[in-house]
């Protein structure tokens, strides 16, 4: 670039770079429906983007389609609202061209696991450094309510009037067969927890999924109220921490211990806790007891189930290709002459 | 051809000069004969002749040995003149076992030379190749319109190998190399360039190498002294064009084409591909050349693939997709979204014969229409095609250069013909590639995602990552200028037509076409891709009969070049051939309202010369 002023205006800001969550906040008008669980998480999500030190030019959001697929609209970064389900090859491609970027994907349980569901697995297997958030509302909504891969069996719905008969998959256990490196779970009425599960996620390195119980208002109107709801939640819930003991309960008077390979809960004292009480280890090896807390029904755990590291796509992808360059610098006549050529003399 | 020489054992041979030579190498697919073609293609290349070569092989990678499914064909067509297609029909056939015979006997020339393995006409193996019981062609008369020669290639080759302590399967597998010394010693060739390739290729083990130059020099030998052929020929060197040349399969040249570009505009590569024939090869050859900054990625299907593309470009990389007509039907929602996000993306689509999964492994030229048409929505793409296997390079170059200059998606069409077979290729210098890249950035303060460039209509293309341009893509409706979502019915008609502007905008870039033959005449030939070669070869044979015919031949199909309409008119008659149901022929009859006819073939396989000639002929006799 010849102008020094555009020069000037590409190159970060010297020294910690200020920015606000009016920043990320686009120009256009937010369109989902009043009371919508979308518009917490998208004012969470606006309000830790200038905690991460990035600026905005090095973040994107890629979508693919539904009501939360609007996100990126919304979000004054780079932004692509692809096709149904494809978010995760997109923003791949996009990740892998440019590894500056800080790439998220906002999906939902249509568009992420039906429709896309085998591009999730694989994007989580090769671990792209994606954050991907699902926001799970258990119910189709810009398609206006039919049943998704989440919605519990015999739910009767516009398409499944004398109730459903597929039976729901877990998208965390799933996201942990899948290999995925970072795996969570969070609530869209729990906000300042919901903040720091992104955080976490933002900082981690490698391919991130996190579930969002979200609320669907219209479709849908209190999914996971029997859990979530204020007066019941501490009770039904359960937030898990790496090395700490699992336990919950408004007073926490109750402790998670295994009980042959099933959890059982029991009564939690300090002064006398109970001798087996499962630790939660996010960074195990094995995903094992991950496994344990996707599948233990109530409480529902919510936090980080899993966060371990290994090599991301985009690095080895690089990797090879300066080993590709050290062993044999790019010569494109040589290339295109090959190694057998013949010579006609005029 | 004559074989009536009599010449005293002692005296060399003598040798006739013949002008072309076409033949056949065919066996189980197992028995090496794509690499005994290859090899007589290298030295044929290096002794000066020009040609072309087709491989037809089964979409069975083992099909049952000794079947007729599983037979393995390579044909080439060499010549001391220009070299347009493999040859219609064999001069010399080479059988490696009874399957191979059937399969291919209806194509051999009469009276041509049938070279069969006759250590493999035994009861089992005719009994697979589906013979009825009892009857033996070597042995019936059956083969009386041709000159057989029988050879016991294994007995030879395991004679020849004797002592060497190789085991059965091993001395067996050398047979092929006996075979194509037998038949370097025919057309008087010299063996350099295999026995260096045998020394290569088996560096680390002495054992074959030795086995297989063995092989090779008995076969050779064995021509010379048995005197079974009582002669040999001799093919002279071709008036071609001076220069450095190599030999090139179309698939080879599509990958160099990609790696060209993406070196010329400074932008790196992408390479979203799920594995399908007849396109893997593509996928092989960018894989290998890392180190040219080519990021390839095998994705889990083929919408992941193009979906990574239009992520690489919509960071900013010359992002490419490359597949055959099945991918193609699965990528159509995301050619669609790079239509709406006018994001520059090349879809190579290598034709195979179809619907559905169709003839994997054979060509065919019936996915013009899935180009042109096949998505949702008006929904225009340019479309491109190679006309040769060396073609591929500079069309895969041009696919690359109109994708990023009008950002757009740019489908490269070449087929299974092109992209197996292979020619002679004068090296381009690569300094001379023309350079391109997408128009320039605005400055931030004048930065509109939708403001179009005045003389392509291309939108800028600012990658994430460069601040002050931030921006949101996707693929609802995009207001005029400003790309925001917009459903109002009049910006809709408008974007519809800006989309189709654009694209109709690169007819600006296509040069004048070349026309064969005079600019006035009876009938004119028009045809497009992987055909050329059959159906210049076709054109110039009735040329040279005094018949007032021409042809064309078109790389670009959307836009169309401009001239065309203009070229049409100084023509009594308009025939498209094409191997298809007649896809370009609707297109000009739709376009320019003239009664065009179609000359169309839909059996998985290349036109033949005569096939060109005799069509073009009858329209020129019936009139019609």
Known sequence: MADNKDEMEILPAAGPIVQTAKDFKSDQMVRWCPGCGDFAILATVQKIMPTLGIPREKIAFVSGIGCSSRFPYYMNTYGFHSIHGRAPTVATGLKCANPDMQVWVVTGDGDGLSIGGNHLIHALRRNVDLKILLFNNRIYGLTKGQYSPTSEIGKKTKSSPMGTIDAPLNPIALALASEASFVARAVDTDLPFLGEVLTRAAKHKGSVFIEIFQNCIVFNDGAFESVVAKDVREDRMMKVAHGKPMIFGAKKDKGIVLNGLEPEVVTFDPANPPKNLLIHDEKAPSATLANFLAHMGEPVPQGVFRAVERPM?????????????????????????????????? | ?????????????????????????????????????????????????????????????????????????????????????????????????????????????????????????????????????GKNPLEDGSLSEFRVIPVELGRLTRNALDGMGLTATETERCKNFFALGMMYWLYDRPMAATLKWIETKFKKNPKYVEANHKALHAGNAYAETAEIFGHHFRVNKAPIKPGVYRNITGNEATALGFIAASSVCGRPLWYGSYPITPASDVLHELSKNKNFGVKTFQAEDEIAAIGSAIGAAFAGHLALTGTSGPGVALKAEAIGLAVMTELPLVILNVQRGGPSTGLPTKTEQADLFQAMYGRNGECPAIVVAAATPGDCFTMAYEASRLAVKYMTPVFLLTDGYLANGSEPWLIPDASKLAKFDAPALPPVSEFKLYKRDPETMARPWAAPGTAGYEHRLGGIEKQDV???????????????????????????????????????????????????????AGVQNLQKAGKSVSAVHLRHLNPLPPDLGDIMANFEHVVVPELNMGQLLKIIRAKYLVPATGLNKIKGQPFKVTEIEAGVDAILNGGK
Request: charged fraction near 20%; aromatic fraction near 6%.
């Open chain 1, 313 to 346: 796509l985009h690095e080895m992808m690089d990797a090879q290709i300066d080993q590709a360059k050290t062993a044999k610098p790019a010569d494109l006549q040589k290339l295109l002459t090959g190694p057998e050529t013949w010579t006609v003399a005029a």
């Open chain 2, 1 to 133: 051809m004559s074989d009536t020489t009599t010449s005293p054992k002692s005296a060399p041979l003598p040798v006739e000069e013949i002008e072309s030579a076409v033949i056949r190498f065919a066996g189980d697919s197992g028995d090496g004969i794509q690499l005994t073609g290859m090899q007589f293609t290298t030295t044929t290349a290096f002794a000066g002749n020009d040609l072309a070569t087709f491989p037809d092989y089964p979409a069975e990678i083992r099909a049952p040995v000794g079947t007729t499914a599983g037979v393995s064909g390579f044909q080439i067509q060499f010549s001391s003149r220009q070299v347009l297609t493999p040859g219609d029909a064999p001069d010399v056939f080479v059988a490696m076992n009874p399957a191979a015979l059937k399969a291919n006997l209806h194509d051999i020339k009469k009276g041509g030379m049938i070279i069969v393995n006759k250590d493999t006409f035994n009861a089992a193996n005719l009994k697979k190749a589906g013979y009825p019981d």
């Open chain 2, 482 to 536: 400003t790309g925001n979502i917009s459903y109002d019915p009049d910006n809709h008609e408008r974007m519809v037509r800006l989309r189709a502007a654009k694209v109709n905008k690169a007819a600006q870039d296509i040069p004048p076409l070349e026309i064969l033959g005079e600019k006035k005449g009876k009938v004119l030939v028009i045809g497009w891709g992987g055909t050329y070669g059959a159906i210049t």
